[in-house]
């Protein structure tokens, strides 16, 4: 719209691929898009200046990506982040959420799916409200907690002396009753709704434990 301010979006990150993905993707958004691959840098001008919208690339989970997330939103806490994260990476998504992520995205991005996640918090004016949900049982609960610290399903079917096939049939309710997606929606439908055990060392992201 003529006359209408530029968002103001700012991307960190290492990899000069994760910068021109994006800038691709956020091209019909209009957004004026600053870049950081240094912490202090973008830190500093988020400080000075805060964005409309932070994303973070958190390839592998770096720590750097994750302080960068809970610093900003000591800052500023009604700025809006968006995390990358890695093909299935929910311990990573679990720390980008609990470090001051709102909304998570996994690799190799989709340009139309993150042109509408952006235009969407870009819009956003107040924080969103958890929906509600079909109970759980204690079992989906303890499987959806083993789900969040990244085990598989082999590993919690000889944990809880299961077979595969009955972790599975737990898994996809646990999917149905949380309408969820995907693994990485499942994590932001499970942290926002506080069905996540809280096994976050707090030194890791600079934030006080949930629930404290």
């Not at 240094?38 to 400080?47: G, P, R």
């Not at 107040?126 to 082999?154: D, F, H, N, V």
Request: one cysteine or more.
């Amino acid at each position: 719209m003529k006359g209408r301010l530029r968002k103001r979006v700012y991307l960190f990150g290492e990899k000069p691929a994760f910068w021109t993905a994006l800038e691709t993707a956020l091209k019909p958004n209009d957004a004026s898009i600053s870049h950081f691959s240094s912490k202090k840098e973008c830190l500093e001008e988020f400080a000075a200046r805060p964005c409309d919208l932070l994303i973070v690339d958190l390839d592998g989970c770096q720590v750097e990506g994750l302080e960068v997330l809970a610093d900003a939103r000591r800052i500023a806490p009604w700025v809006w982040s968006l995390a990358i994260v890695e093909p299935a990476g929910v311990p990573c998504a679990v720390k980008a959420i609990k470090a001051g992520a709102c909304d998570c995205l996994e690799k190799p991005l989709q340009e139309d799916r993150t042109l509408v996640t952006v235009e969407m918090l870009l819009t956003r004016t107040e924080p969103p409200t958890p929906r509600c949900r079909r109970a759980l049982t204690q079992m989906e609960i303890q499987i959806l907690q083993m789900i969040l610290a990244g085990k598989t399903s082999y590993d919690m079917a000889n944990e809880l002396h299961r077979s595969k096939r009955t972790i599975d049939v737990h898994r996809k309710n646990i999917m149905r009753k949380l309408r969820a997606c995907g693994l990485v929606d499942l994590v932001k439908r499970a942290l926002g709704m506080g069905l996540a055990a809280d096994s976050q060392d707090p030194k890791e992201t600079g934030q006080p434990p949930a629930n404290s």
